[in-house]
């Protein structure tokens, strides 16, 4: 009998491939959650117990929660990536690395097959594919949702068939948790207009007032919130309790999908966001214009990559590098306002700011050059467009 790993959610598609391949292929089923922040204890219990009476040989709740962070997220952080200027790449981040683990543990019970659910539609049938055959190029692959086309109400049957009767009524909205944020499906976000309504959020609006945090940065690393010190995946968690409640976070990204049709999705990533913006604004005081400049090139291309499934394409490597390098002086604490709806980055201090006041003030005084300098600086700098301009002086 082949053996084969499902990545399992506990969700209807994957619990269908479960019992789909050990009735209908006689394989020996063995099901993997890959937990990447988005899971509560209770949630994991519930899971392994489905897994169990769908007929599972085993079922293992895999945590990779800590490596998400220190792989990947804190790049994110570095390069203050947002797709598209919006989206903080909360779901298409965190696959990489539900892929990879799924794939060592496929290898350690020696499965000859690793299955996931995913339709034929979207980016995770690429996600998944790409990176299993990169490092498991000898396990097999199976999408029973993808190749049979199967419609929603006959997976249902099937189970019911079975003796799994379980209340499969759709919700009206797809929420995918993450430690990087939740991502929001709906009948709105299937056309180019509707706006998500107040109850399609995860986090309900419940926040009055306002009221103001300070986020502490080390070499470009969440540290501390309010003064207390704590891990970056407990900050991110704690930024999130204080901010989500007031309804800050959501949007609503478009972009395209690797398949090539736009894809259009609401999320809720109230602590991503705030975290990208402090930062951005922290390294405005203590990058140059350039180290600024290059990094936006490299982090988009990061983003983009990430996105597109290239995690484990080498340059990923290389843009870490640089990205870690810019990072030394990006240290201090900045202070951010909530209020509902709406946050508000405030300002920053930072032992290495270079709106140093030794050097001038902007729009008041300076103290490192004099009126002349100026003069002759501007005459050097504009002797191009002179010359251009006096040699084409009718061509304007």
């Known amino acids: 009998m082949e053996k084969v790993v499902v990545a399992f959610s506990g969700g209807l598609d994957t619990s269908f491939c479960v019992k789909y391949l050990k009735e209908e292929k006689q394989m020996e089923v063995h099901t993997a959650l890959v937990n990447t922040g988005g899971f509560s204890d209770s949630e994991l219990e519930a899971i392994t117990q489905k897994a169990t009476a769908l007929g599972s040989a085993s079922h293992v709740n895999i945590d990779v929660t800590q490596e998400y962070y220190d792989r990947c997220i804190r790049y994110m952080i570095f390069g203050n990536i947002l797709k598209n200027s919006t989206y903080p790449l909360s779901v298409s981040s965190e696959r990489a690395f539900q892929a990879i683990a799924i794939v060592e543990y496929a290898k350690k019970v020696g499965a000859t097959h690793i299955a996931h659910g995913s339709t034929g539609a979207g980016n995770d049938q690429v996600r998944f594919d790409l990176i299993f055959a990169a490092l498991a190029p000898h396990i097999g692959i199976i999408t029973p949702i993808r190749d049979l086309t199967i419609a929603r109400h006959d997976e249902i049957e099937y189970l019911k068939k079975h003796g799994y009767d379980y209340p499969w009524s759709k919700a009206k909205y797809s929420i995918n948790h993450g430690l990087w944020g939740t991502s929001v499906g709906g009948v709105e976000t299937l056309k180019a207009d509707g706006e998500l309504p107040e109850e399609a959020y995860p986090t309900q609006a419940t926040k009055s007032g306002a009221e103001r945090l300070h986020v502490a940065f080390e070499q470009g690393m969440p540290v501390a919130l309010n003064g207390k010190k704590m891990s970056g995946v407990a900050l991110i968690r704690a930024l999130k309790d204080a901010a989500a409640p007031y309804g800050i976070g959501r949007d609503v990204h478009v972009g395209d999908t690797i398949i090539g049709i736009k894809g259009r999705v609401g999320f809720e990533a109230a602590a ?30 990061y983003g983009m990559l990430l996105h597109e499934a290239q995690y484990l394409e080498p340059v990923m490597r290389d843009i870490e590098k640089f990205l870690t390098s810019t990072q030394q002086h990006v240290s201090g604490s900045v202070e951010v306002k909530l209020q509902p709806y709406h946050f508000a980055i405030v300002g920053c201090k930072s032992p290495h700011d270079l709106m140093s006041s030794k050097f001038g003030e902007y729009g008041e005084v300076n103290k490192a050059f004099t009126g002349d300098d100026v003069k002759g600086f501007t005459n050097i700098l504009g002797m ?6 006096a040699v084409n002086e009718n061509q304007n």
Do not use: C, D
Not at 384 to 389: E, L, R, V
């Open 272 to 301: 991503p966001l705030i975290l990208i913006k402090a930062h951005h604004l922290l390294e405005k005081h203590v990058l140059t214009k350039w180290q600024q400049y290059w990094k936006e090139q490299l982090a988009t291309w």
């Open 384 to 389: 191009q467009m002179k010359i251009y301009n």
